[in-house]
């Protein structure tokens, strides 16, 4: 599976951005999705997962609420919309897809066999 990231850029406080994941090589509907993010200087974090079935989604608190993950089974496609930006959103931002099938969400990046190269999100204040 190659994972392939889009959508990120420069915005300002409270603005919105919506990352796209997209998969090649094989689908992805049956398996789990994750978006994680790296800061300059710090690990990479977890943002939010979504189910194979997409019926249950999990999110960091620091994102709850600002951010919605969703999935287009049928294009193949992970999304991310990010609301309400705040400066200490500025990260590179990764998709993962959990290699087992029909898994539920997870905010352990071992979990995680797949990974895309990341998309820059940066936010002003």
């Known amino acids: 599976v190659q994972l392939v990231e889009s959508g990120g850029g420069l915005v300002q406080a409270g603005g919105s951005l919506r990352l796209s994941c997209a998969a090649s090589?094989?689908?992805?509907?049956?398996?789990?999705v994750g978006w994680f993010r790296q800061a300059p200087g710090k690990e990479r974090e977890f943002v939010a997962s979504i189910s194979w079935s997409a019926t249950s989604t999990y999110y960091a608190d620091s994102v709850k609420g600002r951010f919605t993950i969703s999935r287009v089974n049928a294009k193949n496609t992970v999304d991310l919309q990010m609301n309400n930006l705040k400066p200490g959103d500025t990260a590179v931002y990764y998709c993962?897809?959990?290699?087992?099938?029909?898994?539920?969400?997870?905010?352990?990046?071992?979990?995680?066999?797949?990974w895309g190269q990341g998309t820059q999100v940066t936010v002003s204040s």
């Open positions: 090589g094989r689908p992805i509907s049956m398996n789990a």
């Open positions: 993962a897809v959990r290699a087992a099938s029909r898994t539920g969400t997870s905010y352990l990046e071992s979990d995680y066999h797949y």
